[in-house]
């Protein structure tokens, strides 16, 4: 490569960088593996960047792997939502936990909300998921999500206490 890159070169190299251009990828959670986090606050957007960086790749195709938990929405970061790979979530969560639940130590301790509270909310969230059909999977999710953030182990809890249709 010259000493100076060309305008070109820079787009070339931005738009393979960020999986747009060169080798495709086989499907969404490659994506999701290669990008590591992607952000995901609009929920909509968020699948479509995960979709089109993979030809072929459908918005249901997308939806299915979100479903299926192979890709989770969570706040692994920053306190922002982003798409991971469910694989990768625990080790990046070991590395950024505990300085979110620091900071949610203090804010918690700030507005009152004591151990007792937060259990309040979990079995709130639990029953919410309970309730939720098929057609609000999101709700599921971003209950998930909103526990992961609080530090609160609830994957497994609420997938224990879902009912068998949901």
Do not use: C
């Amino acid at each position: 490569m010259p000493a100076a890159a060309s305008r070109a070169d820079v787009v070339r190299l931005r738009l393979q960088a960020q999986g747009l251009a060169g080798v495709p990828l086989p499907g969404a959670v490659a994506v999701a593996e290669r990008m590591l986090a992607v952000q995901a606050q609009d929920y909509p957007a968020a699948q479509w960047a995960l979709g089109v960086r993979s030809p072929g790749t459908t918005l249901h195709d997308v939806q299915a792997l979100i479903s299926a938990g192979e890709i989770v929405r969570s706040w692994p970061m920053r306190g922002t939502l982003h798409f991971v790979p469910a694989r990768e979530l625990g080790w990046i969560q070991s590395l950024t936990t505990p300085r979110l639940l620091a900071k949610t130590r203090t804010t918690n301790e700030r507005l009152g909300l004591d151990p007792a509270v937060l259990e309040l909310a979990r079995e709130a969230a639990i029953a919410a998921r309970t309730r939720a059909a098929k057609t609000q999977r999101g709700l599921g999710q971003a209950v998930q999500d909103y526990a992961r953030f609080l530090g609160v182990p609830m994957r497994q809890t609420l997938e224990a206490d879902a009912p068998a249709s949901a």
